[in-house]
């Protein structure tokens, strides 16, 4: 099924990443280059190569979906535009505080580019205009990883405490839509990416439906690789598929072949895995590297998957792969089974695809428990049972009670309950809104495009709507009146930061009302 064809040893210190472009091989290291290997000419080295603009370790490497662009980040906290036919500088971007750039990546429609580092944000640069448009905030650790759905609409990331964001990567305030507690991996996300094929990502699927978008996605991190139903309209959010078991050390990367059949993924036991997405089983296992396995991709015609690794080679893998059959099995949410053909086309049964969220004042004592044992922490279920702990109990726990009355000493699973409730009371208050308040899917046939053309600040961030009557809250934006009446009459969190608010006062943004009338007037 693999079969070693080339091995790359021109870097001197470790290879941590590598990317193809249809014509080129990137691969990047910690002796501060970034080398290109031409794929057509038996991975020979091009004779602009090797990149030399970092002054430390350059963590990653990535091609934009055009190919006109290749991106760089280091530990020095640039991230660099090259032009990969003839390796000149194209622009250089640092986030405001300097810090460590970990990752970065292009968005499908080769827009922007994200970067996230160890000042705990990801920034969002305009490639048009090679200036910083966005910056997310919201981790509590080093952003290591970070993917793009197929769409460009929400950008997901990941940080080194183990939790995942999905962010707005198309309009708002860098808006969070949606976020886990931390400890989804042991040992922080190492790498985020999403199948280019599966359910919305492949535009058949995407017609058909057009009120909902859901895509595949795969995390890795400790000994583990965890696939995920990813749903971004009309509520976002995630649910876990399956978690692939089979390395026995940190896994470092993981990569979906162009077809979406494939997810490889490398690992500290020298190990790349190639896993079945769709029904979670091993397909091969590929020895070789004498070191850890740092990165992993495959060729654009799935002819090859590239490794890299510790021991400061990349190694290039011949792939030749047995014909499956055209539908496959997969497990969709929580409860559901569905048959997919392999573009991600639901056959069978149509059924709602973002599953119903239970308003926690609703759960049971028994839902109380099952959800802690999905948390890992079913050693705590007796104790809450006995004690009949139900939603509206369980969304009034303190730390105090967790240790007092309920006997979790632990500081680290009395943090871990207390996280999920604030998850869960979020998610719940986002169903509420969109079910109740929130401006119907089907008045559009796309539903981003009553935001295209319009500038982003005429723009209320509860209904997307131009605002008529623009006010400021007490959290510092600006909402339309009636929309952040209503959201304060229901709760006392922000729409935009979810901190408690400090007053209901609104002041009247008559700057932005009259530039909103000028622009009217003028179209």
Known sequence: ???????????????????????????????????????????????????????????????????TLLASCSTDGKVILWNPSNGDKQAIFEHKSKAIIRVCLFSPDSEYLASGGADNTLCLWQISTKSCVRVFEGHDNVVVSCTFTPDSSCLVSGSADGDIRVWDANFGQGRCLFYTPSDVHDLGVSCIVCSPTF???????????????????????????????????????INLRCTLEGHTAKVMACAFSVDGKILASGAGDKLIILWDPFHGGKLHIIEGHSRYVTSCAFSMDGQYLASGSNDRTCRIWQLSMNKSSDNHAVSYGIGHTVIQDVKGQIQAPQEQKVAPVKQ?????????????????????????????????ELGCLTKETLMTD?????????????????????????????????????????????????????????????????????????????SIESWIRNKNTSPMTNIPLVGSALTPNRMLKMLIERSQNQS
Request: glycine share 6%; with cysteine; charged share 20%.
């Open 199 to 237: 359910g919305t990502a492949d535009p058949a699927v995407a017609a058909s439906n057009p009120s909902t978008r859901h895509f595949l996605m795969a995390t890795c991190g400790g000994d583990l690789v965890k696939l995920w139903d990813l749903n971004t309209v009309p509520v976002s959010g």
């Open 1 to 67: 099924m693999a079969s070693l064809r080339h091995v790359i040893s021109s870097h001197t210190s470790d290879v941590n990443w590598c990317a193809f472009a249809t014509k080129y091989l990137a691969t990047c290291s910690g002796d501060k280059t970034i080398r290109l290997w031409n794929i057509t000419d038996g991975f020979k080295e091009v004779p602009h190569s090797p990149l030399r603009g970092h002054s430390y370790y350059v963590h990653c490497v990535c091609f934009s979906p055009f190919e």
């Open 406 to 482: 309920l006997g979790v000493t632990a500081l680290g699973h009395r943090n871990k309950i207390l996280r999920g409730i604030e998850t869960i009371k979020e998610q719940c208050e986002l169903v509420t809104y969109v079910q109740s308040s929130a401006p119907p899917l089907s008045q559009f046939t796309d539903p981003l495009a009553a935001d295209k053309g319009i500038p982003d600040e005429f723009l209320c961030p509860i209904t997307r709507e131009i605002m008529k009557d623009p006010v400021i809250a007490s959290d510092g934006y600006t909402y339309e009146r009636m």
């Open 360 to 392: 926690l004042r609703d759960w049971s004592v028994k839902d109380v428990c099952d959800w802690l044992t999905e948390l890992g922490l079913q050693q705590h279920v007796t104790q809450f049972e006995m004690n009949a702990i139900d939603g509206q």
